[in-house]
């Protein structure tokens, strides 16, 4: 499992910066965001250390599948019927702040307008995934 010691998401799988756990595997760990912007404002991390989608390959494949599948879970169990927001900001432009892989799983309320400037939204295709 890789880990990073100066990496905040790093210490909280460590338990050396406590944190409220909401589910917790060999793989995946979920806890609540210490700054919610919604009234359910949950983390979902992998354990093993990965700087954000951006560094994403084959080989996490599956890992990021659970990423998403843990997401669901909790969203039902916490009983979001009326559904919820999955996010992961990702390097400057996307705001991400902690360099450490995350899924944001917002809900519990309506949530306002996504913060994309519409112009930006036609992207050209292309990524690391290669033929994925
Ligand atoms: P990002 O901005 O990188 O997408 O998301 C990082 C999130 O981590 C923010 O929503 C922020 O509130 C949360 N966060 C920052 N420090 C801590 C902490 O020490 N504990 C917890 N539980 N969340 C944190
Ligand atoms: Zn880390």
């Not at 990073?4 to 917790?24: D, M, R, W």
């Not at 599948?69 to 900001?89: C, D, H, P, S, Y």
Request: proline share 5%; with cysteine; charged share 20%.
């Amino acid at each position: 499992m890789n880990t990073n010691p100066n990496c905040l998401f790093c210490k909280i799988v460590a338990g050396t910066v406590p944190s409220e756990k909401v589910y917790e595997d060999e793989q995946v760990l979920a806890f609540r965001d210490i700054n919610p912007a919604a009234p359910v404002h949950i983390l979902i991390i992998p354990k093993s250390h990965i700087d954000g989608a951006d560094a994403l390959c084959h080989e996490h494949s599956e890992l990021a599948a659970k990423l998403i599948l843990t997401a669901t879970k909790i969203a039902f169990e916490l009983q979001l019927t009326e559904g919820w927001r999955l996010v992961t900001n990702v390097l400057t432009h996307g705001g991400q702040t902690v360099r450490h892989l995350h899924i944001h799983l917002l809900g519990g309320a309506q949530l306002g307008d996504f913060g994309v400037v519409k112009e930006f939204r036609r992207r050209p295709c292309g990524n690391n995934l290669g033929d994925f």
